[in-house]
């Protein structure tokens, strides 16, 4: 997987928790970002960083935070965790030294909100 | 909004056969559209890509081919094989933002 870390890999959590989802690249890509995997909606894209402490917002942003204070790690955080939040998330990552470049995806992080 | 539509959400086909999903999208800025393949418990991975000014592109069994005029684009696989079987997604964007629009993704089985 390209040298994609995403940790954990199963999370179980209660409603109004809050949640931190880590996504570490070892290729010293650029551009890294958080999708969520519902059946029906394929991968929504949450939030996206282009640099270290550049982020933008992406599709389904709401109840979602990101940082990333280093090239390698880009973390997602869910304030307070609802049960429409319980998905797949997965990261992903490219270069940025081009265009039409293919993304790279880590293994995805299952998480459950009751 | 769902800018790009994908069908079927499910699909059976038996080993041999030709395994056909389609796509189409609304944003004409659109330039650029790759097919990911997943298996369960792993990320997508890039299978093909085509951008629009070729109508058809082939790897191997697969290929894309693309109709700009009616903004659709599909996905061949032929000689489907129980290897295959895995969810595949259609993608869309332009290139000078790489901000890629998925489709709603199809799970494919071949059976054998």
């Known amino acids: 997987d390209a040298g994609i870390t995403q940790s954990p890999r199963h999370k179980v959590t209660e409603t109004g928790t809050p949640v931190t989802l880590r996504c570490h690249q070892t290729e010293n890509h650029r551009y890294m970002y958080w999708y969520r995997q519902d059946p029906g909606h394929g991968l929504r894209l949450i939030h996206y960083s282009y640099g270290v402490k550049d982020t933008d917002k992406g599709e389904v942003s709401d109840g979602y935070s990101v940082s990333r204070s280093k090239t390698e790690d880009f973390l997602l955080t869910l304030e307070s965790a609802t049960s429409s939040q319980t998905s797949v998330y997965f990261c992903?990552?490219?270069?940025?030294?081009?265009?039409?470049?293919?993304?790279?995806f880590g293994s995805g992080t299952q998480l459950s909100v009751l | 909004q769902q800018q790009v539509k994908q069908s079927p959400q499910s699909l059976i086909v038996q080993k041999g056969g030709i395994s056909i999903i389609n796509c189409a999208y609304e944003n004409t800025a659109f330039d650029y559209f790759p097919w990911y393949q997943q298996f369960p418990g792993k990320g997508p991975a890039l299978l093909i890509a085509?951008?629009?000014?070729?109508s058809e592109k082939k790897e191997g069994r697969f290929t894309i081919s693309f109709n700009k005029s009616a903004k659709q684009f599909s996905l061949h696989i032929m000689d489907s094989q129980p290897g295959d079987s895995a969810t595949y997604f259609c993608?869309?964007?332009?290139?000078?933002?790489?901000?890629?629009?998925f489709g709603g993704g199809t799970r494919l089985m071949v059976k054998p």
């Open positions: 085509i951008r629009p000014d070729v």
């Open positions: 993608a869309a964007s332009n290139g000078a933002g790489n901000m890629l629009t």
């Open positions: 992903a990552t490219r270069p940025g030294t081009g265009l039409y470049e293919k993304l790279f």
